[in-house]
């Protein structure tokens, strides 16, 4: 298995929802990520796990809390979200260390309202 | 800091005419770099990078580090290399934080 896949693909929630995304990989990466994409913008980083442990965090706002269960899985919790946090997420992964290819999934494709 | 350029939104070439999309750098150590495109309906994927020193699909990407460029050239544009096509840089040594450039869609006319 090759690919990086997420769910849900669209995600539509209100300002006071809590909801959560997921993405999984069986290639046997230790390192995972996630990245906000705007329309028309590069992918923008916003957390990356080594190892299961957090080791980047971009400033992102406590409304978004990331959560890496075991080397496969990875979320991202979502609570009090606002309009202009609608975008793209996608996850990604790689092997642990600089220089390595990284995999990208489809991403889901959130709205808040 | 680091920081990745590409100059051109947009580009627009004829089926087999040369292609080039300009990526400049600004990091003080030293940087990897990559090309990652975006196909049509497609997730973002790898197209190569600087390490490798490979030729995929047809295209080549040289690292000059006097003018901190890592342009991607084809000799020979084909209509299925339209797409969105961003240039990366990773250079905190130990971390595997990457940055896009804006992006620069790429249009291949018949």
């Known amino acids: 298995d090759t690919e990086v896949t997420q769910t849900p693909k669209h995600l539509v929630m209100g300002m006071t929802n809590k909801k959560s995304l997921k993405c999984e990989q069986h290639m046997g990466h230790r390192a995972m990520y996630w990245y906000k994409q705007k329309a028309k913008k590069p992918p923008e980083l916003m957390f990356v796990y080594s190892y299961e442990k957090l080791s980047i965090n971009e400033s992102v706002p406590s409304r978004f809390s990331p959560e890496c269960p075991n080397s496969s899985l990875l979320n991202l919790h979502l609570h009090a979200l606002q309009p202009e946090d609608s975008a793209l997420y996608l996850c990604a992964s790689s092997h642990a260390g600089t220089g390595y290819e990284q995999y990208f999934g489809p991403g889901t494709r959130l709205t808040v309202t | 800091a680091q920081r990745v350029t590409q100059p051109e939104k947009l580009l627009s070439v004829f089926k087999g005419a040369p292609v080039e999309l300009k990526c400049n750098y600004s990091?003080?150590?030293?940087?990897?770099l990559f090309w990652y495109v975006q196909y049509s309906r497609q997730r973002l994927q790898l197209l190569l990078r600087h390490i490798s020193r490979e030729s995929i699909k047809g295209f080549t990407a040289d690292l000059n580090k006097g003018e901190t460029s890592f342009h991607l050239k084809k000799p020979f544009a084909q209509e299925e290399d339209s797409a969105m096509y961003y240039c990366a840089l990773s250079g905190i040594q130990g971390a595997q934080k990457l940055v896009f450039g804006q992006g620069t869609r790429l249009t291949i006319n018949p």
């Open positions: 990091y003080s150590g030293s940087p990897e």
